[in-house]
């Protein structure tokens, strides 16, 4: 039997950890929200989510992840199963597994993206065609049509997708451990380097139409009347959930790596407050002031409206970069460059969940598990290519990168806290910490974070098309609640969508039925993992037996 | 930029760096306990 993995040192496991919470949205989504959902004052209710539901929620999934590691689980079925007698338990754990494969499967696509606009920035393709026309190409999208199948976007996914395998296979400290001890210095230098020279253009310089700055102040203007609006609440506190990776499963799986005594209280939060410095100081600082520089603060705001900075980053800041010169090739590498690091980071804690319980419960070889795990992330990531133009992509995106995310987050909140229950939890988080916790969390992991992310969670079911006020009021005066098309509810209805069918006029196959199709097969793998927590409990029994 | 959003940025970036080196100094100086 093989030796079981370990971190090969501290500061190799709290970057892995910090690694694995930056993502792409500390740089694409953040700075976004921030500007659209009041500007300096959304930090107030981002950093109160942070206290009481981010950190919080770190130290139960650090502590639920070092509990099961002690038993021999290093994937969230098993962890779960070990925090009470209930047989159910394990089930919730089952998300932590469905969440990793699915989004890997799409997260890995746009990685590959990021990689394949390094290749294109230091060749020179963006000289000769604009990014607004390559992507689409890249993609291969089509007018009017549902299905895509890009050669040069499949060679850069299974070449992203075999470098996570590969590292995936080198095992936790020579593999994943090693990828962020270069990835997360090489993250932190490229982001400060662009950082610094976007910020010094000046009005004047080639291209230059406004100054930098003003796209900072557009991200830092406190706007406080946009406190009393719930949705500024609801956005700060989604943005906390989404950049931490908290309801993944992906922390659990690197904290069971750890021995009973070893410190969680310091190691998650220097890990959590690592991303909170990558996202607010280095992702509010490069995307929207150079973007303003070249733009104008106007375009800026038109283009982040959405609350994403998304076509900012992939179709705008290749073009703005040729201002740049001779660097302009470096500046497009240092941007996609860190954009990689921050993606593949992030994919292989989803990668080692699942290897983890196929090696755990299903008793796989490290090898065999692994490719797997990249077999099924193959699969699953063709379909979002495949059908990308269709909606499935966003689809995968919505229901596990969001949607599964909240629902497991409030389960193992409300499992920990009020089955393990929170003397046996305090136990568990305070036991060999290198800090003193403060004791108020007691209370607030009991009572706050499971209420933060319920409301977070009611927030998105029933999100109304305009405010929350005119909802409330609307409803009120019996008309009823305006439920937005972007709401769970909304989407599961196919709200606003006038005229709703599977097949166009001509036979062919509709966006809705896509989505609709996308939403099958992901039930479809929720409850593949299901059955296979199932069997593996089922043969562990008979063998006990 | 506004005084306002000088403020904010400079009181925000001072909490999150504080917190940042702070416990990353906290987690490289800390001596590994037995089984570390």
């Known amino acids: ?545 | 930029m506004t005084v306002s959003a000088w403020i904010m940025l400079a009181i925000t970036w001072s909490v999150i760096s504080f917190f940042t080196v702070g416990f990353f100094v906290a987690v490289v100086r800390t001596p590994p306990r037995e089984g570390d």
């Not at chain 1, 539901?53 to 689980?73: D, K, N, S, T, Y």
């Not at chain 1, 469905?98 to 696509?109: D, E, G, K, V």
Request: charged letters at 10%.
């Open chain 1, 1 to 545: 039997m093989p030796a079981p993995q370990q971190w090969g040192t501290r500061v190799g496991l709290v970057l892995a950890m910090a690694g694995n919470a930056v993502g792409l949205g500390n740089f694409l989504r953040f700075p976004a929200q921030a500007a659209q959902n009041g500007g300096g004052a959304f930090l107030i209710p981002y950093l109160i989510s942070f206290v009481l539901m981010g950190l919080p929620l770190l130290w139960v999934e650090w502590a639920i992840g070092r509990h099961g590691g002690q038993h021999g689980h290093h994937s969230p079925p098993g962890m779960l199963d070990r925090l009470g007698p209930q047989r159910w338990l394990k089930y919730v754990g089952v998300f932590g597994l469905f969440t990793n494969l699915t989004i890997a499967a799409y997260y890995c696509y746009i990685e590959s993206w990021t990689l394949a606009y390094v290749w294109h920035s230091v060749t020179g393709t963006f000289r000769e065609i604009a990014p607004t026309e390559f992507f689409p190409r890249y993609l291969g999208v089509e007018e009017g049509s549902m299905f895509a199948v890009p050669e040069q976007a499949l060679f850069w996914f299974l070449l992203t997708l075999v470098l996570n395998v590969w590292i995936l296979s080198r095992g936790l400290a020579r593999g994943i451990e090693l990828a962020a001890r270069i990835g997360m210095p090489l993250l932190l230098l490229f982001g400060a380097v662009l950082a610094v020279r976007g910020l010094l253009l000046e009005p004047g310089d080639l291209g230059v139409v406004q100054s930098p700055l003003e796209g900072l102040n557009f991200v830092w203007e406190p706007q406080l009347g946009g406190l009393r609006d719930p949705s500024t609440w609801l956005a700060a506190a989604g943005q906390i959930f989404f950049t931490l990776s908290v309801g993944m499963g992906s922390i659990h799986c690197y904290a069971s790596y750890l021995s009973s005594r070893q410190d969680i209280a310091l190691n998650a939060s220097s890990a959590g407050w690592m991303n909170e410095f990558v996202e607010v100081v280095l992702g509010g600082s490069i995307l929207i002031p150079i973007a303003t520089a070249y733009l104008g603060l106007e375009a800026v705001q038109a283009a982040t409206a959405g609350g994403s900075g998304f076509g900012l980053g992939f179709l705008t800041l290749p073009t703005l970069f040729a201002n740049w010169g001779w660097f302009a090739p470096v500046a497009g590498a240092l941007w996609f460059g860190l954009l990689f690091f921050a993606g593949i980071t992030s994919s292989l804690a989803m990668g080692q969940p699942v290897v983890a319980f196929l090696q755990d419960e299903l008793r796989w070889a490290h090898t065999r598990a692994t490719l797997a795990f990249g077999a099924a992330t193959l699969a699953l990531g063709f379909v979002c290519v495949w059908l990308y133009p269709g909606g499935a992509f966003d689809e995968f995106d919505f229901w596990s990168g969001t949607f599964a995310l909240v629902v497991f987050a409030l389960g193992e909140s409300i499992v920990f806290a009020w089955i393990f229950g929170m003397d046996r939890g305090w136990e568990e988080i305070t036991r060999g910490a290198d800090i003193t916790v403060p004791r108020m969390f007691r209370f607030v992991i009991r009572w706050v974070t499971p209420l933060f992310i319920l409301v977070v969670f009611v927030g998105a079911l029933v999100e109304p098309l305009g405010t929350w006020d005119a909802a409330v009021r609307s409803l009120l005066g019996g008309d009823g609640w305006p439920l937005a098309p972007s709401s769970v509810i909304g989407r599961v209805l196919h709200v606003g969508e006038v005229d709703y069918r599977w097949f166009d006029d001509a036979g062919g196959f509709t966006s809705a039925f896509v989505q609709d199709a996308t939403r099958l097969l992901l039930t479809l793998v929720w409850a593949t993992c299901a059955v296979l927590v199932w069997w593996a409990w089922k043969h562990k029994k008979e063998n006990v037996r």
